[in-house]
């Protein structure tokens, strides 16, 4: 019996939670950073924050990438 193309399989979620996760922490950055600029905090702090941000924007590329994958693989399949 095929599954209906409602139901995700278990590979969809954990790809989708791997695009979630670097969203999240560019979110939690950005207000560490939005912190630093309201309260005049070390601009260290928010070279910091917004490094890593970009290294969540590459993890959340290279997630969408492996989605993106995936999906080709279950049209081929």
Known sequence: ???TQDVQSPTTNSLIHDVRNPLNRIS???EMV???LENDMPREKAIAALDKILVACQDSSAA???LAEHARTDETS
């Open 34 to 36: 939005k912190l630093v």
């Open 1 to 3: 019996m095929q599954p």
């Open 28 to 30: 939690m950055q950005a």
């Open 64 to 66: 969408l990438q492996k």
